[in-house]
């Protein structure tokens, strides 16, 4: 079943030398439980693409669907994760966390069980009262994520959330939401990131976009089913799509739009 639906999608933003297109005719589709992965130059649109599909902006022709009914603003079952952490200062880890279930008006008491259950899970415990400037980029990263799947969203879009953190906090982060999506039942998610590797590890599929104006020119799909162990990316099969796609990235001027992998 077809969760997401993008039909020829365009965006331009007003610029000093006029009217700058970024995102231009962009078709693609995300299936119900499927996550995937948009990688592309710096510039192309990539984040836009992201608030388009949470609402917060509106493309300038074309059509975007969620279960069948056009995107017409900010919803509480499309939630965004940024790469800034985008927490409250004056706010401790668990009021950060529960800030999304009292906004929804969620009982109090439930409140303090989800805060007390999602902080366990990211691997908080002992920080409940800690506020985000006494934290490292990782554990801000993994409030900002408790945060987000708290609420229970139906699409999770994630715009490299992992990209300010050293290797080491990365690789802890990229296991730890595989799992997270793993136990979710499925959730459906959109990746914006650079790293072809992550790509691969955490997508379903992976969609590739040219330079401004944007188009999607590669599609490729993970020969493996999720949740993956990291060992998986550097078994022969996965490590070779990690490549290709690496050289599909360096390459991206002479790939055709709407070119493919399978």
Known sequence: MTDLVLDRVSKSFVSRGGMLPVLEGLCAQVERGEVVAVLGPSGCG?????????????????SVRWRGAAIRGPSAARCLVFQEYSLFPWYSVRRNIGFGLEV??????????????????????GFDDF????????MRQRVALARTLAV???????????????????????????GLLAESGRKTAVLVTHDAAEAIYLADRVLLLSSRPSAVVLELTVPAPRPRRREQLYAPALLQHVRE??????????????????
Do not use: C, H, M
Request: zero cysteines.
């Open 104 to 125: 929804a008006k969620v009982a109090r008491g439930k409140v303090q069980a989800l805060v007390g259950e999602w902080i366990e899970r990211v691997g908080l415990s």
């Open 245 to 262: 796609l690496e050289e599909a990235v360096r390459n991206l001027d002479r790939l055709q739009v709407a070119g493919r992998i399978e």
């Open 131 to 138: 506020y985000p400037a006494q934290l490292s980029g990782g």
């Open 152 to 178: 229970t969203p139906e699409l999770l879009l994630l715009d490299e959330p992992f990209a300010a953190l050293d290797a080491v906090n990365r690789a802890v982060l990229q296991d730890l939401l595989q």
């Open 46 to 62: 990539k984040s836009t693409l992201l608030k388009i599909l949470a609402g917060l902006i509106s493309p300038d022709s074309g």
